[in-house]
């Protein structure tokens, strides 16, 4: 079986005033892959998703999707491609945000339809079909003509990956997707991301639910500091660590 | 002079009362918004050039930037003074009160989460279609309630119109008051805005209540 490299991360870098938040990081994830990013609050965990959906721009370092980069590392120095290009590369990923962002002014399904209309300037009635479809599965068929603030967290935030699917993205981020929800909606957002985990998208996902991304994952990192501290099996990076601050920090979770 | 002659007479002048507040509200409204995203601009100069445009409109009387727009041509560049003075009392207001709603505009914009732009972002909208599509239609609702302020004391300002002499319904009243030695006009001007008004804040009450299906 051959896979191919979805997302390439080299020697990222990254600094906020005179903070270094990512020193010389890079991971990069295969097709169907599902990675999952952990560590403590101010391990940079974010930064790098952010970086790698195009929100913040890395100092220096390569980014490539596919094979297209997206910045390229000239003399330690991170070179951004053309708006154009970006836009393209745009297009191949997706990103759920911690707090859903929705657009609070738009009913559930133009939240998850417009973007598809808009900027891929596809058909209103194959777009509407595919919408239908995402909310089905994502058992929100009853709440296609509310709104946001009608919606629980975990509704709201099923939307949002609704939202993101439309685009068909090749890959799909999450940024602490259950953080802002209560302890009793998170197992339906995590039951989401698990069913499309068996369908073979590929995800990164950086996440403090431990049994969630031993359960889900290929491959967990462990960040700390701005740098990778571990990687590997979510069996052995979490079950059996083997770097002094790794342990440290799963200790502290299961303390909670 | 009988009441009812007066406010016959007055009423006359009602047409170009509403000529300055709609024609303000046209110009006013976009320009302000203009106004608001040069403010804001990342341009060191722009936003300082908008700042000070802002600072001396607000600071100064709409009195005097009327008598400065009328008359300030004459005096710099010895131009006529035109009879018809709509032109210069609307582009004073204008300005004027463009200054007031940049700010407005500024308030609502900068409430804005910043997650409602990186959404967009991530999904491949384009600045523009951003702001446009997911932006400006949430901070409309938002400043609706100042701007509903704003525009009932644009009711009440049209009367600023009467220092040069503009003949709109409070400049022909103040004129009826003076030649009749009565205070009548005066009470029938604070009616006519009062009305206005009840008008405005009906219209507007609409417009909030048809932003109110979503939160």
């Known amino acids: ?256 | 002079m009988t009441i009812l002659t007066m406010i016959t007479k007055m009423s006359e002048g009602l047409g170009r009362t509403c000529a300055i507040f709609f024609l303000t509200l046209l110009f006013a409204l976009p320009l302000g918004l203009i106004v608001s995203l040069l403010r804001m601009s990342r341009n060191k100069v722009v936003s300082s050039i908008m700042k000070v445009y802002i600072s001396v409109l607000r600071g100064t009387p709409l009195m005097l930037q009327l008598l400065a727009v009328t008359y300030g041509p004459y005096y710099l560049f010895g131009i006529n003074v035109s009879r018809e003075k709509l032109i210069p009392v609307v582009i004073a207001f204008s300005l004027n009160y463009a200054a007031y709603f940049a700010e407005i505009y500024r308030g609502g914009i900068e409430s804005m989460s910043q997650g409602q732009y990186e959404a967009a972002e991530v999904l491949g909208y384009t600045k523009f279609q951003c702001f446009m599509r997911i932006i400006l239609p949430q901070v409309i609702k938002r400043i609706l309630p100042s701007v509903t302020n704003e525009i009932v004391t644009l009711v009440k300002d049209t009367s600023m119109a009467f220092t040069v002499a503009y003949q709109e319904m409070f400049t022909i009243g103040k004129q009826i008051a003076n030649s009749q030695t009565s205070f009548m006009p005066f009470v029938i001007a604070g009616v006519f805005y009062f009305l206005f008004n009840a008008i405005v804040g009906w219209v507007m009450g609409r417009f909030e209540k048809k932003l109110s299906y979503y939160r």
């Open chain 1, 1 to 256: 079986m051959t896979m191919s490299k979805l997302l390439e991360i080299n020697h990222c870098r990254k600094q906020f005033g005179s903070t270094e938040v990512l020193t010389d990081l890079s991971i990069s994830v295969e097709e169907g892959q599902v990675l999952s990013i952990i560590g403590p609050s101010g391990s940079g965990k974010s930064t790098l998703l952010r970086c790698a959906t195009l929100l913040e721009t890395m100092d220096g370092g390569d980014l490539i999707y596919l094979g297209n980069y997206a910045a390229r590392d000239v003399n330690g120095k991170a070179v951004y491609a053309t708006q154009p290009e970006l836009q393209k590369i745009r297009g191949m990923f997706g990103l759920v945000f911690q707090n859903f962002n929705l657009f609070p002014h738009y009913s559930v399904l133009k939240n998850v339809m417009e973007a598809p209309m808009l900027v891929q300037k596809r058909q209103e009635k194959e777009v509407r079909e595919e919408a239908l479809a995402l909310l089905e599965q994502m058992g929100l068929s009853d709440k296609a003509d509310a709104y946001p603030y009608q919606l629980s967290g975990g509704q709201q935030q099923r939307v949002s990956i609704a939202r993101a699917l439309a685009m068909n993205p090749k890959i799909l981020f999450f940024d602490e997707p259950t953080s802002a929800l209560d302890p009793e909606l998170t197992g339906e957002i995590l039951k989401v991301i698990r069913k499309l985990a068996e369908k073979k998208m590929t995800m990164v996902i950086v996440t403090h639910e431990m049994s969630f991304a031993r359960d889900v994952s290929d491959w967990v990192v462990f960040m700390n500091g701005g740098v990778i501290v571990e990687q590997g099996d979510p069996r052995d990076v979490i079950d059996n660590p083997t770097q002094e601050r790794t342990i440290q920090f799963l200790r502290r979770l299961q303390e909670k």
